[in-house]
């Protein structure tokens, strides 16, 4: 009988080890595959997914020249949507609230806003001329989980969110 509960017992511990084991082994097999880009040089709070594509030097130039160029120009929409953000406070924080001023400010934002997203686009459609097909791939997946905080998938999809 004490054989019978030694061996349940081995048994048992084998089985939680070999699981805490396969569970260890699949994090850390997640978290090299799938490796966090390095900060972008021009914004340190920022990463660019194109670092962890494993761009050759050659491609790796020329998508740093095309980074170095988009985001110029997205500061300077960035500071132009602050600058009106900054007088549609002001004006908001007058005595009186002109609407008619403070939804001129807002359209401006918007538009501001929708040449960013343009701007995000036509950088995402150059990139992607650099890749290869693998890397355009994963690019894409990076980009998915990026906008979507961190999830492979929305979930807001139509599929709850599931694969």
């Known amino acids: 009988m004490k054989k019978k509960i030694l061996w349940i017992v081995l048994t048992l511990s084998l089985a939680v080890n070999i699981s805490g084991l396969g569970t260890i082994g699949y994090h ?3 978290n090299t ?3 966090p ?9 920022d990463a ?7 761009l050759s030097p050659d491609q790796l130039a020329k998508m740093t020249a095309l980074a170095g160029s988009f985001h110029r120009r997205l500061n ?16 908001l924080g007058e005595e009186k609230t002109d609407l008619s001023k403070t939804e001129t400010l ?11 997203q ?4 036509t950088h995402i459609a150059e ?7 693998d890397q355009k791939k994963r690019f894409i997946e990076l980009l998915r989980v990026s906008s979507n905080n961190g999830r492979v998938h929305s979930p807001f999809s139509p599929n709850g969110g599931n694969p």
């Open 48 to 54: 660019h997914l194109y670092q962890s594509l494993g």
């Open 127 to 133: 990139s992607k001329k650099i890749m290869t097909p």
């Open 37 to 45: 880009a390095a900060p972008c040089p021009l914004n340190p709070e």
């Open 118 to 121: 343009k701007e995000v686009i």
């Open 33 to 35: 595959c799938i490796t």
């Open 28 to 30: 850390y097999w997640r």
């Open 76 to 91: 300077e929409l960035e500071a132009a949507v602050a600058d009106k953000r900054n007088l549609l406070i002001d004006a």
């Open 106 to 116: 807002r359209k401006e934002i918007a538009g501001y806003q929708d040449e960013i």
